[in-house]
């Protein structure tokens, strides 16, 4: 291959990510309980937005990364008086991730192998963030912010690897729910 050719790291990181078959038995183990709680009926429909005409996940992340993202940027800009908005930020974050997990969820009982692989990924990435960011808000409710904004850094550091992830799946494998309106052309619509 030409060295011009050659995908970046990350690219063949991620498609070895996608044939790493040491991962299908924990999506097997997984798969029949997420199927049952968010993967099939009315819940299902809800989840992946068939209400909406496209999946609801990707919405509501932006709520989750929006609000940790403006909590950093308080902590590396603000000044001693943006403590408290910085973690009512985190907080509001926290608050988001469950509905946003469960969209998450709703969309991987429905994808293929591969994509399932990566999207254990994504989880368990985003699960370590979300921990991180719960580290961030429980420091600065104790009053230490300086921790607090220390956790969210590295929270946002590992949220960088999970987005990325998403954003894969999302992007490049076109996984995700969408009416299919959006398949023809504005004349046959």
């Known amino acids: 291959m030409n060295p011009v050719e050659r ?19 924990a999506v097997q183990a997984l ?7 968010l993967g099939t009926g009315t819940r299902a429909s809800v989840l992946r937005g068939d209400w909406l005409g ?29 403590s408290a908005p910085a973690q009512r930020l985190v907080g509001t974050g926290l608050l988001a991730v469950g509905p946003t997990a469960w969209t998450g969820w709703a969309e991987w ?14 989880a368990v990435t985003n699960g370590l963030a979300i921990g991180m960011y719960a580290a961030s808000w429980v420091a600065r409710r104790r009053g230490r912010h300086g921790s607090g904004a220390r956790f969210a850094l590295a929270g946002a550091a ?9 954003a894969h ?8 729910s969408r009416h299919p309106a959006y398949g023809k052309s504005s004349v046959e619509v």
């Open 7 to 25: 995908p970046p790291a990350i690219v063949r990181w991620t498609l070895r990510l996608e044939d790493a078959t040491v991962l299908d038995a």
């Open 31 to 37: 798969e029949p309980t997420i199927r049952t709680v």
């Open 54 to 82: 496209h999946a609801v996940h990707p919405l509501l992340t932006d709520l989750v990364l929006g609000t940790w993202t403006s909590a950093s940027v308080l902590d590396l800009f603000g000044g001693t008086e943006s």
């Open 109 to 122: 009982s429905a994808a293929g192998p591969r994509d399932k692989r990566v999207g254990l990924v994504h």
């Open 158 to 166: 590992v949220s960088g690897v999970g987005g990325y992830l998403g």
């Open 169 to 176: 799946l999302a992007s490049a494998r076109k996984l995700g």
